[in-house]
């Protein structure tokens, strides 16, 4: 053994303690840790001392390199960011200040290790200001090595800095930046990871799934870091949360549990980052429906994100935020209330209370809980406040907009004004339309059975609010105005945008039974599919991607004409799109179900039965049993073979 160790049992004053004195460095494993406490009034843990620790060694010696870059107080206080230790890292970069003239290239460095820390403590104003003398320091300090790089950074977190603001393109257009610079691979990898970070934020999961791909391949594959580097755990956690948005819960799963094993080796017990991956674990097991595991994670979370910051941090609002929707579902009003009106006050007195899109998601689960206790006038009020919040905000939400609407239509019902309810349950289709498409999410089938329920109701009372209804939902001229005007204002060279607007078009005028301006939108999706083939505009991947929706989109036009054969030639043509992709696509179970309802209509039952019956075992790998589609397949795949046994029973068909 390189480093000795010796029993100390005959120096000792109790000497039945058989103590063992270990040099200093020494290391061990641990391998199994049992609690006692019940029994024998303590832990017992069971440890192997090891002479070398070969995944400790290694990452031990990467983080040495990463934080011996200047050979100064600025590589401790980077250190001490890292280890969330704020306020020592703070008072060595003033101490720096005090003593370092502004043409130093030390400068630069201060001010932007002043602005990680001001930011992390949720003082975006500060991180800003700091971040502003930085890049302003490297702009006009050219001659200085690694200028650019510096530069790059710099504009990496003024992007986090608007991000926090919700100044969602104001932050893209920094991070872009920094990318156009040609950052080092190091920093790239960064860089991708706060772009995916602002595109989760605007609500494209899809995109931010892309960019936090291409952060951990940089890290795997090019820097090659250690297993138990803390990046490694961060970019696990990202797109764990990314899979958990996405309904991918068991690939979340198995990203975060991931992250966690390497946190748990690599870092300290008290970590923001750790805190980050059991809220994300509480988030995704809250879908899986296990409850008490979603509130043990998210008590974790809270308990680590307590002891790091102060009692205005907008992520202890985030922890509050999510128990309440976790206390929810446990039917707790009484903790869900508390936890929930706990969230929007730490919110409101953060600096992230300009992030009017968050604070309007508080206010909405606030509007839900005093729904669900029957305190309509307060839920109301709630439901208002999260509205013009979000109507206030310059990126579109139109997710969260559907679901306040909704929340608007539940509490007129519960009122008894079953004509507003109608009339907010419409606007939740209305915004949940567009959302659905891009998303390829079931909201809006759930929006429709909701509002069905409430017609019915209106039915039993007014035949004359259900005509003035009829006549409103089919009118959809202002939707198409609207989007025909955002295509004319979207620029030429924005081709993954005009396609998409193309696409929400002819679905719209589809439902209107407008086919003819159907079949112009899909001729100008296809000359602009066509002329973009090789273009340093998009991707081949991006363009088949929006092209496999369209393709569906349009299929499904001519399924109500009846018009079959060209149904079929659509379907099977966005079927082909998506098989051509590496990862699979969410719309292929509802292209294959299509094709079996196609095929019936044809008359070619046995491809109609292979076609529902690959549905299914492809919604089996990834659907639980009682999700609404695995239902609705299952159920009207049972329908079909009703009627064919009695269209054979009758003798209108023959079996073959």
């Not at 979603?294 to 680590?304: N, Q, R």
């Not at 273009?535 to 991006?542: D, F, W």
Request: hydrophobic letters at 40%.
């Amino acid at each position: 053994m390189k480093r000795p160790f010796a029993s100390i049992e005959h120096l000792s004053q109790f000497p039945e303690e058989e103590e063992i004195l270990f040099s200093v460095g020494s290391v061990f494993r641990i391998l199994d840790v049992d609690d006692r406490r019940a029994t024998d009034g303590h832990w017992l843990i069971k440890m192997v001392m090891v002479e070398n620790d070969d995944d400790l060694n290694e990452l031990r010696s990467q983080l040495d390199q990463q934080y011996s870059t200047y050979g100064n107080l600025c590589d401790l206080g980077a250190a001490l960011i890292a280890m969330n230790d704020y306020d020592r890292a703070e008072r060595y970069f003033q101490i720096l200040l005090e003593y370092t003239p502004e043409s130093n290239p030390s400068f630069g460095i201060i001010q932007n290790g002043l602005g990680i820390i001001y930011a992390n403590r949720g003082d975006y104003q500060k991180a800003f200001e700091c971040q502003e003398r930085a890049l302003k320091f490297w702009t006009q300090n050219s001659l200085i090595p690694s200028n650019q790089h510096h530069i790059a950074n710099t504009c990496v977190h003024l992007g986090a800095a608007y991000r926090h603001r919700g100044q969602f393109d104001l932050a893209l257009k920094y991070l872009l930046m920094a990318v156009n610079l040609q950052s080092p691979t190091t920093s790239l990898a960064f860089n991708y990871n706060e772009i995916a970070i602002t595109y989760r934020d605007k609500g494209d999961n899809r995109l931010a799934l892309d960019y936090f791909l291409k952060a951990l391949d940089i890290d795997e594959n090019v820097l090659k870091l250690d297993k138990y580097h803390p990046k490694l755990a961060t970019a696990y956690n990202n797109i764990g949360e990314i899979y958990s948005h996405l309904g991918a819960n068991d690939d979340a799963l198995n990203y975060l549990i991931h992250a966690l094993e390497i946190r748990l080796k690599g870092t300290v017990a008290i970590h923001t980052d750790l805190a980050a991956i059991y809220h994300n674990l509480g988030v995704t097991y809250l879908k899986k429906n296990d409850f008490t595991k979603a509130l043990e994670m998210h008590m974790k979370a809270l308990e680590i994100d307590s002891q790091i910051f102060h009692d205005d941090h907008e992520s202890l609002a985030m922890s509050h935020h999510q128990i309440a929707i976790v206390q929810l579902e446990l039917e707790a009003l009484s903790d869900a209330l508390y936890h929930a009106e706990k969230a929007l006050r730490i919110v409101l007195r953060s600096q992230a209370k300009e992030n009017l899109s968050l604070v309007s998601r508080f206010q909405y689960n606030l509007g839900c809980v005093q729904y669900q206790l029957d305190n309509t006038g307060k839920a109301l009020k709630m439901a208002e406040k999260a509205l013009n919040n979000l109507l206030a905000c310059s990126v579109e939400h139109q997710n969260a907009m559907a679901a306040i609407y909704n929340l608007f239509s539940l509490i007129y019902e519960k009122e008894g004004d079953i004509v507003k309810a109608l009339e907010y349950a419409k606007k939740a289709i209305d915004q949940t339309k567009i959302w659905a498409t891009r998303n390829h999410t079931f909201e809006l089938e759930i929006y429709l059975a909701r509002f069905d329920q409430l017609r019915n109701m209106e039915c039993a009372s007014s035949f004359t609010h259900q005509k003035m209804f009829l006549d409103n939902i089919s009118n959809h001229d202002d939707l198409i105005r609207q989007l025909e005007e955002e295509f004319q204002r979207t620029s030429s060279t924005d081709i993954l945008e005009r396609l998409q607007l193309i696409n929400n078009l002819i679905i719209i005028c589809s439902r209107q039974n407008n086919f003819s301006l159907v079949f112009k939108y899909f001729n100008e999706a296809n000359v602009i599919y066509s002329e973009h083939q090789s273009s340093n505009l998009v991707t081949k991947e991006q363009l088949d991607e929006i092209m496999i929706s369209i393709f569906f989109s349009t299929a499904r036009s001519y399924y109500r004409q009846q018009n079959w054969t060209m149904s079929l030639k659509m379907f099977e043509k966005s079927r082909d799109l998506v098989r051509k992709q590496k990862d699979d696509n969410p719309v292929l179970l509802e292209i294959y179900y299509c094709m079996a309802a196609v095929h019936a209509h044809l008359g070619e039952i046995q491809l109609a039965i292979d076609y529902y019956e690959l549905t299914i075992s492809t919604a089996r790998k990834r659907l639980p049993d009682d999700h609404p589609d695995m239902q609705r397949y299952t159920v009207q795949f049972q329908l079909f073979k009703n009627n064919l046994e009695e269209a054979y029973s009758k003798g209108y068909l023959i079996r073959k």
